[in-house]
């Protein structure tokens, strides 16, 4: 819930939200429009539904299986050198995308194998660019960063994969592969630009370990809210979810 006494725009005003905000915004469109023409494209080469589903299925494993070790890496490193490292990764694997398929190369199982990458990249993306937005803005306005980022995203989902339609009709389907792969420059820019540091204010552990894992699954556990709307937005995402 956003504060009553500030503005949903008010996180706007600190420089280093602002940028980040705006860097993201223009990459999501990119990201989305991409996510739309692999879709399309493994579609396009196999014509079997079957395909789609085992694609999906290769975004979501990277997730399961880093997703605690991403979070407890966000814990302890510098979130900014993480961010750096994930986009200029995702970068270079739209524009291996874009090459492979402008030179009529790429091939089904050479699409699986940059989506895993891809989503491994995302899966270490997601917690350091999470966990950094607190430091960006002060803790009364930060409901209101949180705001600005859930519209951003949604926003994003409906504009990108409607420009990524019309490029792929009139343009082709590496048009939108090397869209994506120069939107991350709006990210890459706005992190080197951003006074913000980083580094984890009052850090005191050095490295990540099992235990430190379990206790945030100890944590999720006894607070009913947290694990209860986690599984609500599991069904809800693996049973209702569609592109």
Do not use: C
């Not at 430091?135 to 705001?147: C, D, H, M, Q, T």
């Amino acid at each position: 819930m956003e504060d009553k006494h500030l503005p949903l725009y008010s996180p706007l005003k600190h420089r280093d939200f602002r940028l980040l905000w705006l860097g993201q915004a223009i990459s999501l469109i990119g990201t989305q429009m991409q996510l739309v023409g692999l879709n399309w494209h493994i579609y396009e080469i196999t014509r079997s539904p079957a395909a789609l589903g085992l694609f999906g299925l290769l975004r979501f494993l990277p997730i399961l299986l880093f997703g605690l070790i991403a979070g407890s890496y966000a814990d302890l490193h510098n979130r900014k050198r993480i961010l750096i490292v994930t986009q200029t990764s995702m970068t270079l694997l739209s524009f291996i995308l874009f090459y492979l398929t402008s030179r009529g190369s790429i091939t089904v199982w050479l699409i699986y194998l940059i989506n895993i990458f891809t989503a491994i990249a995302n899966t270490f993306d997601m917690p350091a660019r999470q966990s950094l937005m607190p430091g960006l803005v002060p803790r009364k306005e930060l409901s209101n960063a949180i705001s600005l980022s859930n519209m951003m995203f949604y926003f994003s989902s409906i504009t990108g994969p409607a420009i990524g339609g019309f490029l792929i009709a009139h343009l082709g389907i590496s048009s939108v592969y090397l869209f994506n792969a120069l939107s991350f420059v709006a990210v890459l820019s706005a992190l080197f630009l951003m006074h913000h540091d980083g580094e984890i204010p009052g850090k005191t552990v050095v490295s990540a370990s099992l235990s430190s894992m379990k206790e945030g699954l100890v944590f999720v556990k006894k607070k009913t809210i947290v694990w209860s709307t986690m599984l609500l937005d599991v069904f809800s995402t693996f049973f209702a979810s569609a592109t």
